[in-house]
């Protein structure tokens, strides 16, 4: 009488691999839906849950890799899990990333202002109403800033245009269109074009403000990012005056 053998289990480590991966990955999550929804205060939405986030992919990687080499050195028949143990590898290794982006190259200083004026910034008006309960606050920081900025961010700098401030200012505001911000306001007597930036993860509000004014027969156009929350903005104020920029020189826009 043949006896038969039952499927190997899949090993313990491809199923602690795969819970790790699955934990991690509601850590991470938890941090912006908490602070969205007013559940967890900043710091711990963005350091403490990143943190654990992070840690825990690293875990999950490592784990998920060693249940994928035992189930490797298992006979051709018994190698059950290898998929999940792939799975669990390639989220914990995600995990890690997802953090890891804001300190991808260089350090950035701990700014959140910036602007391609840094001895006369463009000045906000209609947003201040916006900002009333915000911690940070518009009054630019002075000659420090302006010197920590010019060190990490040296190519932001004002855009010349050879057309007249009309022309010039609704192709400043065409751009603010093209970027999805939502407007603030657009007084062209002033030449002053007021907007809001919402951050994708955690929903951070950030205002600019675009100043265009007459310039050596054309047009000089300024531009100023700052944060409503965070002392630092792992350069995504800078990111954001850099691709305002760009969509400005770009014909059409």
Do not use: C
Request: charged share 20%.
């Amino acid at each position: 009488m043949v006896q038969k053998v039952g499927r190997s289990p899949v090993s313990w480590l491809v199923l602690l691999g795969a819970g790790l991966a699955i934990a991690s990955a509601l850590v991470l999550l938890a941090g912006p839906v908490g602070y969205r929804l007013g559940v967890l205060p900043l710091r711990v939405a963005l350091l403490t849950m990143l943190t654990w986030g992070v840690y825990g992919g690293i875990a999950a990687a490592v784990v998920s890799l060693a249940g994928l080499v035992v189930t490797l050195a298992r006979p051709r028949g018994a190698r059950r899990g290898i998929l999940t143990a792939a799975i669990g590898l390639l989220v914990g290794l995600v995990l890690i990333g997802i953090p890891g982006r804001f300190r991808l190259g260089p350090p950035t200083p701990p700014i959140h202002d910036i602007t391609t004026d840094t001895q006369d910034p463009p000045e906000y008006v209609a947003v201040l109403p916006l900002r009333a309960d915000a911690p940070n606050t518009t009054v630019y920081g002075g000659e420090d800033i302006a010197a920590r900025q010019r060190e990490a961010y040296p190519d932001v700098r004002p855009l010349m245009l050879s057309v007249p401030p009309p022309q010039a200012f609704e192709r400043a505001l065409a751009a603010v269109r093209d970027m999805g911000w939502e407007l603030v306001a657009a007084d062209e007597a002033a030449g002053r074009i007021e907007a809001t930036d919402t951050t994708f993860w955690y929903g951070f509000k950030d205002d600019v403000v675009v100043r265009v004014r007459p310039a050596d027969g054309g047009s000089r156009v300024d531009v100023r990012s700052v944060s409503r929350v965070g002392g630092g903005d792992a350069g995504t104020n800078a990111k954001r005056v850099r691709a305002y920029l760009d969509a400005l020189m770009t014909p059409g826009s």
